[in-house]
């Protein structure tokens, strides 16, 4: 079975990431099945204090759930060479149950498709007496279609002129027809196998399983003419011997449509549906074939399984959500938007992190929290709540943290501390990177903002970014699709927030929201530190309000 997934948004803090890590550990625990931790942003520098802290590894990075080709169940068909037979390609797509074959060189590359079609149509429209040559058909080949035995001859020289005769008629009648270089078809007389090398023949078979005399031999190594002997009557031979054609004569060589393992299935369906082609060959990144992919293979994608941790709706959620199947949410946050296709696991508790659901989940459980593991969760709980500053912490995450702490070995201030200076470190970073450290988007009808928020231990850090990240906000505003865009410059230590906004009508929103006067683009809020329930409540609920009044 394929690994189930456990990811958090695409901002990730250090609660999204510590509770994939753990949440994953549990789950692979208690059900035997590998579950891998993931994250869809970049890790912060608190975060990867922590994960330095208790020697853990980042989660794997996951740009996109949107599915590839490589995550398509594609046929593993090797491919053939351009000089083998028709009969023999025939019988392998015959075995192997694929109407198209790929042609490839000793060095994996792509050389040409054959398909059942292209055989057919060579055998109803192109076979003539001048196929073989134009072919330019190994005697190996023609040996093998014939059942035969080379007597005379080098079996990798090639038939490349003249046409293929049967002589059915009396020798003075057969020099009439016969040329120079044709390969000719007979039975056991004598006379006409004579005849045929005079009339210089670049080929005889001889059927029916009759010897070749000494005589016929020297002569025919004489004059260079080649001799193969056959069971098979001239019926036979003349009926079958085209299928010694080499498949490069027949397989297209131009306009092949190929894929590469990480194009998204959902562009390739849109290629192939434009084609009556059932199998399509697959190059690796070095351009060498890997296997064949069918429209069928594409409709039998087995969709992803992911388990969401730390949010719950689809603006947060990994890009692709929509394309794997969502197992469970543990989530501490409000109920928003993202749909499933049938009832899942869903845990949503009003508390201060995500971590402490997931440490509840191992005491529910039965299961041991090992060091590591509780360094983790007790870091993502005194992150989210800013040591137990935050409203929204409640009795059980300081609970969870302290015995957490104790399991981890490490003391809850002095650690705190630590974490928050290691990602308050503000000075050398672009605004974009801090903007983008730990925001989130949010949409009351048809208006959609975005909210920012910037933590540091130190208020002159936060005092001097202030200007470049206004003007930062002044530039992207017009290109983000948002109609307005707000950061929460918050001091941990003083527990205040100075919010710093842009986008028309914003300033009127903060004013409505917190009843206090505001500046044209910033508001200092004092006791302010939490998005989730001190910002984003009294933001949505004034719009709510302000959208009403305008219908």
């Known amino acids: 079975m394929k690994p189930v997934f456990v990811i958090g948004h695409r901002t990730p803090d250090t609660d999204s ?53 490589s995550d398509v169940q594609y046929r593993e068909v090797a491919g053939i060479a351009a000089q083998l037979s028709l009969r023999r390609a025939w019988q392998y797509m015959s075995e192997t149950n694929i109407h198209t074959i790929p042609v490839v060189d000793g060095e994996r590359n792509l050389e040409g498709l054959l398909t059942f079609s292209d055989i057919a149509r060579f055998y109803m429209e192109d076979q003539d007496a001048n196929a073989l040559a134009a072919a330019r058909t190994s005697y190996r080949n023609l040996v093998d279609v014939l059942n035969g035995e080379l007597v005379v001859g080098n079996m990798e020289d090639h038939f490349e002129q003249g046409k293929v005769v049967v002589a059915a008629a009396n020798p003075d009648v057969m020099e009439d027809y016969i040329e120079e270089h044709d390969l000719v078809i007979l039975g056991n007389r004598y006379e006409s196998q004579l005849c045929s090398i005079e009339m210089k023949a670049g080929c005889i078979v001889i059927g029916l399983g009759a010897p070749v005399s000494r005589t016929i031999k020297k002569l025919a190594e004489e004059s260079g003419c080649t001799v193969i002997a056959t069971p098979m009557d001239t019926y036979t031979c003349s009926k079958v011997i085209n299928q010694a054609v080499p498949v490069q004569h027949i397989m297209k060589r131009s306009g092949l449509v190929t894929f590469r393992p990480d194009e ?155 974490m928050f200076r290691a990602g308050s470190q503000l000075v050398g970073r672009s605004m974009d990177e801090l903007f983008h450290m730990d925001y989130k988007y949010y949409q009351v009808r048809n208006k959609r903002m975005a909210i920012s928020q910037v933590t540091s231990v130190n208020q002159d850090e936060l005092d001097g970014i202030r200007p470049q990240m206004l003007e930062y906000m002044r530039s992207c505003l017009p290109t983000s699709g948002l109609a307005m865009l707000f950061v929460m410059l918050t001091n941990i230590i003083d527990e205040a927030t100075e919010l710093v906004y842009i986008g028309q009508g914003t300033a009127e929103l903060v004013r409505a929201a917190f009843q206090k006067e505001c500046g044209p683009e910033s508001v200092v809020l004092p006791g302010v530190v939490s998005r989730k329930k001190q910002l984003v409540s009294p933001l949505l609920a004034a719009l709510e309000q302000e959208d009403g009044e305008e219908a």
Not at 297 to 308: F, G, S, T
Request: glycine letters at 6%; one cysteine or more.
């Open 264 to 418: 998204l299935v959902e562009d390739v369906k849109k290629t192939v549906a434009k084609k009556r082609i059932r199998y399509y060959p697959i190059l690796d990144n070095d351009g060498k074939y890997v296997g064949m992919v069918s429209q069928r293979n594409l409709l039998d994608i087995e969709k992803q399984e992911v388990i969401l941790v730390d949010h719950n709706e689809r603006d947060q959620a990994v890009e692709g959500i929509q394309s794997a199947q969502v197992t469970e949410i543990i989530d501490h946050h409000r109920i928003g938007a993202l749909e499933t296709n049938g009832p899942i696991y869903f845990r949503n508790q009003p508390l201060g992190c995500t971590a402490t659901i997931v440490a509840q989940l191992y005491w529910e459980n039965g299961v041991e929290i090992d060091r590591q593991t509780a360094g983790l969760l007790c870091s993502a709980i005194l992150s989210d709540t800013l040591m137990f500053r935050s409203p929204t912490c409640t009795h059980a995450d300081r609970a969870a943290a302290e015995e957490l702490a104790q399991i981890a070995g490490v003391d809850v201030k002095t650690h705190a501390v630590a």
């Open 17 to 69: 990431i510590c509770s994939a890590i753990c949440y994953a550990r549990l789950k692979q625990m208690l059900t035997g099945r590998e579950h891998i931790p993931c994250r869809a942003g970049q890790v912060n520098a608190e975060t990867q204090y922590v994960l330095d802290c208790f020697g853990v590894e980042a989660p794997r990075y996951l740009a996109s759930l949107n599915p590839r080709l």
